[in-house]
T-cell receptor, first 115, second 116 residues
């Protein structure tokens, strides 16, 4: 069974710092990997989707990388801002279950950017 | 642009009652799914559908039923509510890619259910 782990569970940094969030998964047979953001009391917002054949994706100040062979992905946030404060979740879609796996989620990294 | 709409946003039930959580999307997505989010457990897949008339079980399907009569709607039914079903429920949809796999997922705002 696929397991997704996110480290650290919580992170607090001053505004302006560059930071890296980590995601690891146990089964490298994935179809894609997605990073989401969740604000308190809200749904999830998709940030970046990386197909299994890709190495990275970029959107504005966000860059996500994927190393499928080692079972790792990182989300890099440049020049962090207080508005980046949220919980960030990583999720993988397994390629061996014919879709039955859906997305397997990590438990998230709770990020606080101090003004 | 509505995206994924869930109703109700909040609901309190008594043990044994039944109810339906509604989910509708206006993006013509074939793939729809229901997750529950619990503290310390993360999000877990309940049921999913890859198109109208097709549904399947996820990781935690017991106590829940779904149907998919149209592309737009994917209701989740609680047959006989139990306190263990107290949770936040999220509906999500995406285009189907590479056969049956979900692509970029779009989530609703969630339905917060308390079972007493």
């Amino acid at each position: 069974k696929q397991e997704v782990t996110q480290i650290p569970a919580a992170l607090s940094v001053p505004e302006g710092e560059n930071l890296v969030l980590n995601c690891s998964f146990t089964d490298s047979a994935i179809y894609n990997l997605q990073w989401f953001r969740q604000d308190p009391g809200k749904g999830l917002t998709s940030l970046l989707l990386i197909q299994s054949s890709q190495r990275e994706q970029t959107s504005g100040r966000l860059n996500a990388s994927l190393d499928k062979s080692s079972g790792r992905s990182t989300l890099y946030i440049a020049a962090s801002q207080p508005g980046d404060s949220a919980t960030y979740l990583c999720a993988v879609v397994g390629s061996s279950g014919g879709g039955a796996d859906g997305l397997t989620f990590g438990k998230g990294t709770h990020l606080i950017i101090q003004p | 642009n509505a995206g994924v709409t869930q109703t109700p946003k909040f609901q309190v039930l008594k043990t044994g009652q039944s109810m339906t959580l509604q989910c509708a999307q206006d993006m013509n997505h074939e793939y729809m799914s229901w997750y529950r989010q619990d503290p310390g457990m993360g999000l877990r897949l309940i049921h999913y559908s890859v198109g109208a008339g097709i549904t399947d079980q996820g990781e935690v399907p017991n106590g829940y039923n779904v149907s998919r009569s149209t592309t737009e709607d994917f209701p989740l039914r609680l047959l006989s509510a139990a306190p263990s079903q107290t949770s936040v429920y999220f509906c999500a949809s995406s285009e189907r890619t590479g056969g049956v796999f979900p692509g970029e997922l779009f989530f609703g705002e969630g339905s917060r259910l308390t079972v007493l």
